[in-house]
């Protein structure tokens, strides 16, 4: 018996109008899956930070953002997504450097 798979694309196209709707827990659970299978798709893993982030995992997005930071050090949003976690950690002085850097690229901190 064959067992049929949903497609990829299709899973981050449900994951994103999961993120999109503000099912942001339901939205990482199937995007961490996706990462897990595809950890180099920095697209996954960037959406992954955000619903993360958007959920109060706080922790997480960190580790997502760093991540695609360390794969992709010109990615703007990533500099920013990782400044704003960092001031919801509290951790203000630490979010300054990556929020500059966003600024620097472009985005407004």
Do not use: K
Request: glycine share 6%; aromatic share 8%.
């Amino acid at each position: 018996m064959t067992t049929t798979r949903t497609p990829p694309g299709a899973v981050f196209a449900h994951a994103h109008g999961l993120f999109d709707s503000g099912e942001f827990l339901a939205a990482a659970a199937l995007l961490a899956e996706l990462a897990t299978e595809y950890p180099d798709d920095l697209a996954v893993r960037l959406l992954l930070a955000r619903a993360y982030y958007h959920s109060a995992q706080l922790h997480r997005a960190e580790s997502e953002t760093r991540a695609v930071l360390a794969a992709d050090p010109e990615n703007a949003y990533a500099y920013l997504l990782l400044g704003r976690t960092l001031q919801r950690r509290s951790r203000h002085a630490e979010a300054g450097g990556p929020l500059r850097m966003a600024a620097a690229m472009g985005l407004a901190a």
